[in-house]
C-alpha cells in the first residue's frame, strides 16, 4: 500500500472537513435570519396601516384637522319644551371626529343664557359608531337620568342628540342611540329608542 495511508482514513477526512464546514454555513445563516427579524409593531415606527392591524385606531394625521366649522349644537329652552340651536366651532376633518367632537360639546352643555341642558349630568360617550348612513351613539346610563322628569324632557334628550348630528352632518339620516352597549326601549318610559331615529325639526324653535 502507498505510504499515503489507508483510502478509509482519506474519506474519513473529507467527510469531516465537510461536517466541519456545513456546520460553519448553517451558524452563519441563522446569524443573518436573527438579524433580519423585525420588532413588533408596537415597537417600532408604525405606518398608520399597521397600527390599524395592531388593533389601534389611528388617530387622524395634523393636516386632516388643521380648520374649523360651525355646527348647531340643540339644547333646551327654558320657556318651554322646545329646542333651540347654539351654534360653536369644531374642529374640521374627518366625518367621525367632527360627530364625536360635536356630541361631547352637548354633553357638557350650553354656554348661552336662556338654553338649558338635555343630557343629566355625568353622561359620557362610550362609543361611536358610523355605518351606512346611521349613527350608533353608545352613552353611559347616566343618561337615563331619573323617571319622574317626565316625557317632555325624555323627548328634549333625545332628539337634542339626533338632531345634533343629523342635522349637521347630512351623510348621517338616523341615529340609534344605546345605553352602556345596549338597545333599550325607551330612556324613562316615554320615547321609542329601540330603533334608529330620524331628526325633529317641528321641536326646534330658534331663539
Wanted: hydrophobic letters at 40%; a neutral charge; one cysteine or more.
Amino acid at each position: 500500500m502507498a505510504a499515503g495511508g489507508s483510502p478509509w482514513t482519506t474519506v474519513a477526512a473529507a467527510f469531516a472537513a465537510f461536517a466541519v464546514c456545513l456546520a460553519i454555513f448553517v451558524a452563519v445563516g441563522e446569524m443573518e435570519e436573527g438579524a433580519r427579524t423585525e420588532r413588533p409593531v408596537s415597537e417600532r415606527g408604525a405606518t398608520a396601516p399597521e397600527r390599524a392591524a395592531a388593533g389601534r385606531r389611528p388617530g387622524p394625521a395634523p393636516s386632516d384637522r388643521a380648520g374649523k366649522k360651525t355646527v348647531d349644537l340643540f339644547f333646551a329652552r327654558r320657556d318651554g319644551p322646545m329646542l333651540a340651536p347654539e351654534r360653536v366651532e369644531i374642529e374640521d376633518g374627518p366625518l367621525f371626529f367632527q360627530v364625536e367632537e360635536a356630541l361631547s360639546l352637548l354633553l357638557e352643555g350650553p354656554g348661552t343664557p336662556g338654553l338649558a341642558r338635555t343630557v343629566p349630568p355625568g353622561t359620557r360617550l362610550l362609543e361611536l359608531r358610523i355605518k351606512d348612513g346611521t349613527a350608533y351613539v353608545d352613552l353611559s346610563f347616566h343618561v337615563v337620568g331619573e323617571r319622574g322628569e317626565g316625557a317632555a324632557d325624555e323627548r328634549m334628550t333625545v332628539y337634542s342628540i339626533v338632531n345634533t348630528v343629523t342635522l349637521n352632518f347630512p351623510r348621517i339620516r338616523r341615529v340609534q342611540i344605546l345605553v352602556d352597549g345596549k338597545v333599550m326601549g325607551t330612556l324613562r318610559g316615554g320615547v321609542e329608542i329601540s330603533s334608529p331615529l330620524g331628526p325633529s325639526r317641528a321641536l326646534v324653535k330658534a331663539r
